[in-house]
T-cell receptor, first 118, second 115 residues
Framework: AQKVTQAQTEISVVEKEDVTLDCVYETRDTTYYLFWYKQPPSGELVFLIRRNSFDEQNEISGRYSWNFQKSTSSFNFTITASQVVDSAVYFCALSEDRNTGTASKLTFGTGTRLQVTL | DTGVSQNPRHKITKRGQNVTFRCDPISEHNRLYWYRQTLGQGPEFLTYFQNEAQLEKSRLLSDRFSAERPKGSFSTLEIQRTEQGDSAMYLC?????????????FGSGTQLSVL
């Protein structure tokens, strides 16, 4: 069965520090999709990135970067020079290809709460 | 895009009462999803619609839960005879069908508290 593990429950950093959020997943499928979503205090989940299993290129978007390593089943997320506005709960999620014929049924991790202070 | 809208934002009810939540997806999004999120957990898939057809339901969705999407636009999620274990955030999401790992747009959710 598919599973997503985010071992870090809560991380606190001081503004301008770099921080990496870990995500480890389990799947038996060869084709799948990985996501990161941000959940600010307002509650709505905000899409950050999607990566399919055949694309192992790392990606950078501004202060955000993602490291996908199939060999270790990890999809880690790094925020460079963190800011107070980055404070939120971050979720990693997995969607298996066997499911996408019908729906984007995401399996979420338990989330990592990031607190950035001045 | 005005985003996915959910109403009410908060609902407090007594055990045994029925409640109904509404979700208005982004216009022209043909897929609509319901997820449930309990404290300290990630969202869990409940059900989804392709236009007006409900195509899949999770085992989490007991027979006390029913969802509809008449005319393929807004959706309602009803819980009958609520139990304390139903207390959770109910999230709605919508997407344009792509068939492969599409990006979901989530609403802010309805927080249900069953006393």
């Amino acid at each position: 069965a598919q599973k997503v593990t985010q071992a870090q429950t809560e991380i606190s950093v001081v503004e301008k520090e770099d921080v990496t959020l870990d995500c480890v997943y389990e799947t038996r499928d060869t084709t799948y999709y990985l996501f990161w979503y941000k959940q600010p205090p307002s509650g709505e989940l905000v899409f950050l990135i999607r990566r399919n299993s055949f694309d192992e290129q790392n990606e950078i978007s501004g202060r955000y970067s993602w490291n996908f390593q199939k060999s270790t089943s990890s999809f880690n997320f790094t925020i460079t020079a963190s800011q107070v506005v980055d404070s939120a709960v971050y979720f990693c999620a997995l969607s298996e290809d066997r499911n996408t014929g019908t729906a984007s049924k995401l399996t979420f991790g338990t989330g990592t709460r990031l607190q950035v202070t001045l | 895009d005005t985003g996915v809208s959910q109403n009410p934002r908060h609902k407090i009810t007594k055990r045994g009462q029925n409640v109904t939540f509404r979700c208005d997806p982004i216009s022209e999004h043909n897929r609509l999803y319901w997820y449930r999120q309990t404290l300290g957990q990630g969202p869990e898939f409940l059900t989804y619609f392709q236009n007006e057809a409900q195509l899949e339901k999770s085992r989490l969705l007991s027979d006390r839960f029913s969802a509809e999407r008449p005319k393929g636009s807004f959706s309602t999620l009803e819980i009958q005879r609520t139990e304390q274990g139903d207390s959770a955030m109910y999230l709605c999401a919508s997407s344009k069908s792509r068939g492969r790992g599409e990006k979901l747009f989530f609403g802010s959710g309805t927080q249900l508290s069953v006393l």
